[in-house]
């Protein structure tokens, strides 16, 4: 009999870690997930930052293209237009 009641404590014992040991993995899930969502919530706001950055940096070209190379091309070519029309009262 005390062989049998040494037993019965032994599996008592075994079934209350084997609890602990589910109820931890279960915890540990519980994190991974909360990390895996944190961790696709941190990417779509990343990409969402780079579409936005990258977004802004070709206004800042065209920006760039209308503010400074637009009004130069214009400029020569009322130079040239000058050029020529003194060249043709010239004549």
């Known amino acids: 009999m005390t062989t049998s009641l040494t037993g019965f404590v032994q599996r008592a ?5 084997r ?3 589910d ?3 279960a915890e540990v899930e519980a ?3 909360e990390l895996r969502r ?4 941190d990417l779509k706001a990343l990409k969402a930052s780079i579409d936005a950055a ?3 940096r070709g206004t800042n070209v065209r920006q760039a293209v ?7 091309l ?3 070519v009322s130079i040239v237009v000058q050029i020529w029309l003194a060249a043709k009262g010239g004549s």
């Open 13 to 17: 014992e075994y079934t209350a870690d």
């Open 19 to 21: 609890r602990y040991d």
């Open 23 to 25: 109820r931890r993995f």
């Open 31 to 33: 994190d991974v997930a």
């Open 38 to 41: 944190q961790l696709t919530e």
């Open 54 to 56: 990258t977004e802004k």
């Open 66 to 72: 209308y503010a400074g190379l637009l009004p130069a």
């Open 74 to 76: 214009f400029m020569m």
